[in-house]
Nanobody, 121 residues
């Protein structure tokens, strides 16, 4: 199976920073977009950011200016650099792989197991 694997979650103080990583197979990485979603307790899974094969990016409004998504092609890895974190960012963060439109809409087949991000107040 081709499934992404997330890492980098943890506990951070209000205003702090954290970097999440998502790694997938080389073949999948080269032909697919990768996106990040998050789900807080009792809430739906919401789009956070995505990056395409060409490097184009998309962010949800609430994270613009604070989060940066990037790709490292040599490592088949996508990163989500998060700064100025607040308790509102507390959630399980999921990585997903697919075509651009599918990633933006959440209509993808492959999802990681999730990594917990907790921001203390």
């Amino acid at each position: 199976q081709v499934q992404p694997v997330e890492s980098g979650g943890g506990l951070v103080q209000d205003g702090g920073s954290l970097r999440l990583s998502c790694v997938t197979s080389g073949g999948s990485f080269r032909v697919n977009a990768i996106g990040w979603y998050r789900q807080a307790p009792g809430k739906q899974r919401d789009f956070v950011a995505a990056i395409g094969v060409s490097g184009r990016t998309s962010y949800t409004d609430s994270v613009k200016g604070r989060f940066t998504i990037s790709r490292n092609n040599a490592k088949n890895t996508v990163y989500l650099q998060m700064s100025n974190l607040s308790p509102d960012d507390t959630a399980v963060y999921y990585c997903t792989v697919g075509l651009w439109a599918a990633v933006l809409s959440g209509q993808t087949d492959y999802w990681g197991q999730g990594t917990q991000v907790t921001v203390s107040s």
